[in-house]
């Protein structure tokens, strides 16, 4: 299996110039070929990569730029071509490839050779071939028997340089369960980010605070002189402000969904489309802020790397249509309460929808699950009604669960950030 590993790089002054001298370089490289490619046909990466060679007797600068590094920024030119063109069959208006400036090129990959992590008087180094050792943090241990197949060097906004390390592993992805036992279907909200079928509601983070922070941070920018040296200064306290609310809404993101990729054997969530609905007209700053694109792509590919069952959903109607009896009916949205005309069922709004996705997961993925136990007679009716997707035997007759509000801040992570073998 393939991880990607993220390290804070400490450089010393001399380092970073010539990191930063470097990611220049590989830009000028990157734009030199994209010229080519507006005036020559035929071309390919890899006959483009067989020029480098005769490139570096006139262009003495690339003698001191890995050659694996320099085959890498034509590759990258030639996936962002193939990018584009992929988006134009899709139907999809799309212009050219434009020259990269400064400030839109910040990185460059070492491949299979050039680099080595190395443990000097006691203290972690990142050794890269002609630039020297660099001090890298640590902050988890790489899995025992992984191979470093990439080093990517990236520089933020903010001035920080990171290392990600790409690792293969020979280990591969846990069997999925025939019959999984634990299940759960999930809704995504904004006043609560999550509820789901066994009665958790986790709260939406609180970023208020941040935002302000932030939008001052941007009042100040704004009042100052593009390119002077007070712009710069405060440029990066905004790109900090920045980078501190996408850590704390990741650190966020990363724990939930790593808690219900390891906790159940099959997750059941709403394929949405978030592009889509951050382009509707009402509340797009908390959509876009709540980031359910990102938290859904997360918990699939944690889902297949825990051997978990994910199964993503049609969206719509699951909120109107109700989980005990199927009927539907019209609620707007700032009815918070399931209240069903015909069978009387009552619930919260968003855990009737969870019921409801778990309802779909459960026949979209054809497999005979179990009944939770605190499964309500009305819901497991239902489910029999719909080609018999639980088992014969009876669940306990109780309600459905209470929702147990958790806050966001005690969403934590359970186990090691590194794949554990699940318990039986």
């Not at 320099?70 to 071509?81: A, E, G």
């Not at 710069?232 to 990729?261: G, I, P, T």
Request: aromatic share 8%; proline share 4%.
């Amino acid at each position: 299996m393939n991880y990607n590993y993220r390290y804070r790089l400490n450089p010393t002054v001399d380092i970073e110039e010539r990191l930063a001298w470097t990611v220049d370089t590989c830009r000028q490289v990157y734009n030199h070929f994209l010229h080519r490619l507006n005036r020559t046909d035929d071309t390919s990466a890899y006959s483009e990569q067989k020029l480098l060679p005769s490139l570096k007797k006139w262009w003495n600068d690339l003698k001191d730029v890995h050659s694996k590094v320099l085959q890498k920024v034509v590759q990258r030119l030639y996936d962002n071509l193939s990018t584009l063109r992929g988006r134009k069959d899709n139907g999809y208006r799309v212009g050219t490839l434009k020259w990269k400036a400064p400030d839109e090129y910040r990185s460059f990959t070492y491949s299979q050779s050039g680099f080595k992590l190395k443990n000097t008087s006691g203290r972690t180094r990142l050794w890269l071939s002609k630039l020297g050792e660099i001090p890298i943090t640590l902050h988890r241990d790489l899995p025992d028997d992984a191979d470093i197949k990439t080093v990517s060097i990236k520089q933020e906004p903010t001035g920080k340089w990171y290392a990600i390390l790409g690792v293969e592993t020979p280990d591969e992805a846990p069997k999925k369960p025939d019959t999984p036992e634990k299940c759960v279907g999930i809704d995504v909200g904004i006043l609560k980010y999550a509820h789901d079928t066994d009665g958790t509601a986790v709260e939406s983070l609180d970023l208020s605070n941040k935002r302000e922070r932030l939008e001052r941070a941007q009042r100040t920018l704004s009042r100052k002189q593009h390119g002077s040296n007070n712009w710069e200064k405060q440029r990066r306290a905004v790109a900090e402000r920045h980078a501190d609310l996408k850590q704390k809404r990741w650190d966020f993101l990363h724990k939930l969904s790593n808690y219900y990729a390891r906790e159940y054997d099959l997750v059941a969530v709403e394929d949405l489309d978030a592009k889509g609905l951050m382009e509707l007209p009402d509340n797009s700053r908390n959509r876009v802020g709540a980031s359910w694109g990102t938290f859904l792509r997360m918990l699939e590919y944690k889902c297949e790397r825990e051997g978990t069952h994910f199964v993503a959903v049609n969206p719509r109607g699951t909120t109107k249509v109700c989980a005990s009896c199927g009927i539907s009916t019209d609620k707007p949205l700032w009815v918070r309460k399931h209240s069903c005309p015909s069978c009387g069922f009552e619930a919260d709004r968003d855990t009737n929808a969870a019921w409801n996705i778990l309802i779909r997961g459960l026949k979209k993925a054809d497999i005979g699950a179990g009944c939770s136990e605190s499964t309500s007679p009305e819901i497991f009716d239902f489910w029999l009604a719909n080609e018999s997707l639980c088992d014969s035997s009876t669940p306990v007759e109780t309600a459905l669960p209470t929702d147990t509000v958790v806050s966001a801040k005690r969403v934590v992570e359970t186990g090691s950030p590194v794949r554990t073998v699940r318990s039986v």
